[in-house]
Every structure is written in C-alpha cells, then in structure tokens.
C-alpha cells in the first residue's frame, strides 16, 4: 500500500483479506479477485450484501473522463442561451430524422442486434424501429419546443427596502445508466433543457448504436448550437465495472438507473454510499383487477391493449372477482390470445390454483411456439404457478405473458398487489364510482387507472420525454408525479435586491 493524504492506496489484495463495511461487518476478498485485482484498480463494498465490486483502472478512468467532461461543460451552461439550447434539440432532431445520416446508426443497429441474438440476449428493446426512431425525433421537438423554467422566479419575499427572489437553477451533473433501448438516449438528454449537464451508459447490448448516435446526431448537434463539448457524454464501455465507477463519483449531483431490478437496487446502494441522491427505476410490471361489475367487452380490450409489447407498463398480473371468474377469465386469454395474434407468436398464461378452474379447455393440454429469447420454444399454453409468484415480471420476448388468479373482492386484490407487486401501475375495470375512490385510496401505485395500462409514459401522457417512471419499490419519488423528466432536474439559487444604501439589520 502506497501513503495518499495520510490514508493508504490500495495496491494488491489477498485471498480472505478482510475489507469492513457497514460498520461492523466483513467481506472477505475471494481468490479470483485477489487474482484479478491490479495497482490503480478500485474495489466498491456494496454495504446492503458485502458484495465487493471490482473496477480495473482502465473502467475506472472511462467513467471518470466522462463525468470530468459533464462537470466541466456545467460549468459553461450559466452562459448559454435558451435559444442555443433549443437549437440544439432542433439539430438532433433533425440529424435523426435524416434517412442519409440514420443509415449509419440503423447499421449499427443492427449489428447490436445480431450479436445480441447469437449471444441468446433479448432484443425486444433492442431494435431502433421506425416508430422508435420517430419517438425519439418528436420527444427532442418537444423538448425544443418546451419554454424552459431555468432562472424562472420560484418564489419572492419583499421586505422593507429589499426583495429575495428564489430562481431556478441547474442541479448540475446527472448520471444516468440505463438498459439497451436506443430510444432513451435522446431522453436523457432532457436535462438540458434546465441547464444540466449528463452522462450516461447504455446497456452493452446497444453500446454500438449508442456510439453512431454520438457520432453522427449528438457530437454534431452540441457542436453546432454553441453548447460546450461534454454536455452530453457517453461512458463508451461495455463492462459493467465502467457503471459502478460512474455511480462512485461524488461529482455527479444526481444518479438515475433503470433497468432490472437487483441491477437497479445495487447501483442504487452504490450512488447513495458515494452521497449522491438516486431516483431509481427497476421492476416494471402492471397490474390490472377486474370487479364484479367489470365490462366483459372492456377487460378484454384492455388486456389486448396492455399486452402489445413488453416495456414496464406491460400488464403482468389481472386479479378477476371469483363473482365473475367463471365468465371473465376466459375474456382475459382472448384478450391475451389477441395480443399474441398481433404479434404473429403464441399466448403464454401463468395460472393460480384459483384460477385453474375457470380456464377453458385448450389452454393447459395445447402447446404453442413461444418466442424467447434464445430462440422458439414449444410449451404449453398455460401453466400453474404459486400464489407466491404474483409479482413476478414475465420479460417476454416476443409471447406476450400474464398470470392470473381470482380474489374475493377488490380489497383482497389491492391487498396483494400491496404486498408483492413492485408498486408501480395498477387499474381497476369497475363500473362503481365508489368501488374507483377506494381503489385510489388504499392501492400503493403512483400511477392509477380504469383501462389500459400502456398510457404511463412521460411523453405519451405528459408530453415530457421521460428519464425514467419511478415505482414505489424503493420509497417515494424524486421527479413530479413519478415521471422523471429533463425539466424536473432542478434546484434553487437565492438573489438578493438591496433598495436603500443604508440597510443594515
């Protein structure tokens, strides 16, 4: 160990060197480890596991050079017009939108995409689409079109001979992991809009395309409007050592990430240990529950709705009334056998033992081609699963997937949905007003609905491009109403007007 600052530098490491965390507990260092680790390499301790992460230096200086490129183009944003800046959305925009510039992104694209599948990844959110591609183009629109907040006044205060003005100001670096969905990229870089400055790391699986997306749309576009080099910077890394360094840096003023859940929660833990505040957005899953007074017609609708891709506001669990089961579970599987239809693939049901009963014949003794991810696999239709495993998110790849079970009323089905969904979208087919204020009251979801589950989204319900949707998995949120979005990143600067030249206290 080499003397810094009167503490030591980490050179080596020995197997079952004990490394304390939490105060008064031990990690032991493993073989392989010990093995691995080199001079200017980081090791984090995730204090909720002990789980001891390990950062070569090489990672370690990819992340660091990026978010010292983010700090320092903050730095310049105080002198940066709205306008520059909605010229830079402008530029994105249209850089995007240009089929002679997109050829190279789609290109790389599609590489990322062809590696992912003879790797066995999913490539569900993976494929820049045409509609992808055009989502990404309106939401940087609206961004260009969003009359900025920054150095709006918050609140006054006059006082006898003098005026305080609370004004809005840029919170500073944000850092922002996510998983491999191109589209998000252009997301991300909402926070500009209020002065911000990122850096982000997509998902290994799209690190391609993200890496065309810099270079032939962003790079240009930040260049092109006047906005300072870094202003939007790519942690260019495929490992996920890059990410826990990237969260370890103290500079950044907010970390975001979503993504898988245990992946969210450990990155989570690492950004907090470092003082940074999160906003975490992990399990996806919706829930959806059909009353005793539920419109046939419109449960199954909804469900078709609910199941025409897989993102997180997927339905993922319907609860029917047992009043109704008889009738309404089979409308369920329609609407999943419609949505499957659509898709050209095979339905895959998860049923409870209370459901079982009211599944109609062909469902448990007929199979169908289910798309996974590592390729067809023929299975049965249906399945019977534990009540245990409500809550359980079904990452289907192309075959949409739900579990069903029967409750005693709704109250029974908010119950559940209280102790093992991941609080975040839930909706109620009910024709009772009352049965709806009593859903709203006691359901823990920060997004609540009577139909569709899809319509949570920042830009298609907001028209705010969204950082992420929070749940309420790991506490209430930071960000308006869940949905984290660009100009929700935001703190406030004090000024102060002096009137008489003799005010004194």
């Known amino acids: 160990m080499n003397a810094v600052d009167?503490?030591?530098?980490?050179?080596?490491?020995?197997?079952?060197?004990?490394?304390?965390?939490?105060?008064?507990?031990?990690?032991?260092?493993?073989?392989?480890?010990?093995?691995?680790?080199?001079?200017?390499?980081?090791?984090?301790?995730?204090?909720?596991?002990?789980?001891l992460l390990h950062i070569p230096a090489d990672e370690w200086a990819i992340a660091t050079g990026a978010v010292t490129r983010a700090v320092d183009a903050f730095a310049s944003m105080g002198a940066v017009s709205d306008v520059a800046v909605s010229e830079f959305y402008r530029l994105f925009a249209d850089l995007l939108a240009d089929d002679e510039r997109f050829a190279a992104i789609a290109e790389a694209n599609r590489s990322d995409i062809t590696s992912a599948r003879e790797r066995g990844r999913s490539t569900t959110r993976l494929e820049l689409t045409d509609n992808m591609r055009n989502d990404m183009v309106e939401g940087l629109r609206l961004w260009q079109q969003t009359t900025s907040t920054r150095d709006s006044v918050a609140e006054a205060v006059d006082h006898d001979g003098w005026r305080l003005e609370q004004r809005v100001a840029g919170l500073g670096v944000v850092g922002f992991i996510f998983e491999g969905r191109p589209n998000v990229f252009a997301d991300a870089c909402g926070v500009l809009r209020g002065g911000n400055t990122v850096v982000f790391r997509i998902g290994s699986d799209a690190l391609g395309t993200a890496r065309a997306i810099v270079t032939y749309a962003l790079d240009p576009a930040l260049e092109e409007a006047g906005l300072p080099a870094g202003a939007a910077s790519l942690v260019d890394s495929v490992a996920h050592a890059a990410g826990w360094a990237m969260f370890s840096d103290p500079r950044l003023s907010l970390a975001v990430a979503r993504g898988s859940g245990p992946v969210v929660a450990q990155l989570g833990t690492v950004a907090r240990q470092a003082g940074t505040p999160v906003s975490l957005h992990g399990t996806g899953g919706a829930w959806m529950v059909a009353a005793v007074s539920a419109d046939a017609d419109r449960l199954g609708a909804t469900v078709a709705a609910s199941l025409d891709r897989k993102v997180c506001n997927?339905?993922?669990?319907?609860?029917?009334?047992?009043?109704?089961?008889?009738?309404?579970?089979?409308?369920?599987?329609?609407?999943?056998?419609?949505?499957?239809?659509?898709?050209?693939?095979?339905?895959?049901?998860?049923?409870?033992?209370?459901?079982?009963?009211?599944?109609?014949?062909?469902?448990?003794?007929?199979?169908?081609?289910?798309?996974?991810?590592?390729?067809?696999?023929?299975e049965a239709k249906a399945d019977l699963i534990d009540d245990a495993r409500l809550g359980h998110e079904w990452e289907w790849e192309n075959s949409p997937e739900v579990t069903i079970t029967v409750v005693g009323s709704v109250d029974e089905a908010v119950e559940l949905f209280n102790q093992q969904a991941p609080s975040f979208v839930a909706s109620l087919i009910s024709d009772s007003d009352e049965e709806h204020e009593q859903f709203w009251?006691?359901?823990?979801?920060?997004?609540?609905?009577?139909?569709?589950?899809?319509?949570?989204?920042?830009?298609?319900?907001?028209?705010?491009?969204?950082?992420?949707?929070?749940?309420?998995?790991?506490?209430r949120l930071f960000g308006r109403g869940a949905v984290l979005s660009g100009d929700s990143v935001y703190t406030l600067r004090t000024r102060m007007w002096q009137g008489p030249d003799d005010l004194r206290r």
Do not use: M
């Not at 079952?16 to 965390?21: D, K, N």
């Not at 105060?23 to 390499?41: H, K, T």
């Not at 499957?340 to 003794?365: E, L, M």
């Not at 609540?448 to 028209?463: E, H, K, S």
């Open 6 to 51: 009167g503490s030591e530098e980490l050179t080596g490491l020995s197997e079952g060197q004990p490394i304390v965390f939490g105060g008064n507990r031990l990690a032991r260092v493993s073989a392989e480890l010990a093995a691995r680790f080199q001079p200017g390499d980081h090791v984090v301790v995730v204090s909720d596991s002990g789980e």
């Open 314 to 378: 997927t339905v993922n669990t319907v609860c029917v009334h047992a009043e109704r089961a008889a009738e309404l579970v089979p409308v369920v599987l329609q609407g999943l056998a419609a949505a499957a239809d659509a898709r050209q693939a095979g339905p895959k049901a998860h049923i409870t033992a209370s459901a079982a009963p009211f599944v109609p014949d062909g469902w448990f003794d007929a199979e169908a081609d289910i798309v996974r991810a590592d390729g067809v696999q023929r």
């Open 441 to 475: 009251a006691t359901i823990n979801a920060p997004f609540v609905g009577d139909g569709f589950t899809r319509w949570v989204d920042g830009q298609y319900a907001f028209n705010r491009p969204e950082l992420g949707l929070s749940n309420w998995q790991y506490g």
